[in-house]
């Protein structure tokens, strides 16, 4: 029987990491990749993304130290999104931004987005967290170690 929290959560969260793609099955990544800059973001898990999911390559699990963490990679012109089992690389051409949006408390749960801002107005989403303001306090450092924008989008209450 599942718990009442697990019931919730499904009702009204738009996150279900049970029902994410599992890790297994992801192409391998084949191209070379040279890390530039790397920000720590804590253990952070990393969602699923038909066109830039890859098994993490060997290069980058070489400098994770068990948490998550945002790559570029200047030579090869990519944007990644790593944790030991998952990443999501982007070409960097096609980085716009980032973008937090913390949904608060409401009927449902409190979570937190981080997301890049791709050509178009798409945003493709890097993690969910399940607790409110996560993304907030690695805001700065990503700005300024990675000399790209981050915008926090308007908050709302997850009703």
Same mark, same amino acid.
């Given at each position: 029987?599942?718990? #009442? *929290?697990?019931?919730?959560t499904?009702m009204? &969260?738009?996150?279900? +990491?049970?029902? @994410?793609?599992?890790?297994t099955?992801? !192409? ?10 790397v ?19 060997d ?5 994770l130290?068990?948490?998550t963490s ?7 012109? #990519? *944007?990644?999104?790593?944790?030991n089992?998952? &990443?999501l690389?982007? +070409?960097?051409? @096609?980085?716009?931004?980032f973008?937090i !949006? ?7 749960p409190?979570?937190s ?17 399940s607790?409110?303001?996560n993304?907030?306090?690695y805001?700065?450092?990503?700005s ?15 009703c």
């Amino acid at each position: 029987m599942k718990s #009442l *929290l697990k019931i919730l959560t499904e009702m009204f &969260s738009k996150y279900d +990491p049970d029902n @994410d793609i599992p890790d297994t099955g992801l !192409q391998k990544y084949e191209g070379r990749i040279e890390i530039n800059k790397v920000v720590e973001v804590g253990n952070c898990r990393v969602h699923y993304s038909p066109d830039y999911s890859f098994q993490t390559p060997d290069e980058i699990l070489k400098i994770l130290n068990n948490n998550t963490s945002l790559w570029v990679d200047k030579r090869n012109n #990519l *944007l990644g999104f790593s944790n030991n089992e998952k &990443s999501l690389i982007i +070409p960097l051409r @096609d980085v716009k931004g980032f973008e937090i !949006q913390n949904v608060l408390k409401g009927k449902g749960p409190g979570e937190s987005y981080f997301s890049v801002c791709l050509p178009n107005s798409k945003y493709l989403i890097l993690s969910i967290a399940s607790y409110t303001y996560n993304f907030d306090t690695y805001a700065a450092k990503i700005s300024g170690a990675l000399g790209v924008k981050v915008t926090f989008a308007p908050e709302f209450y997850n009703c």
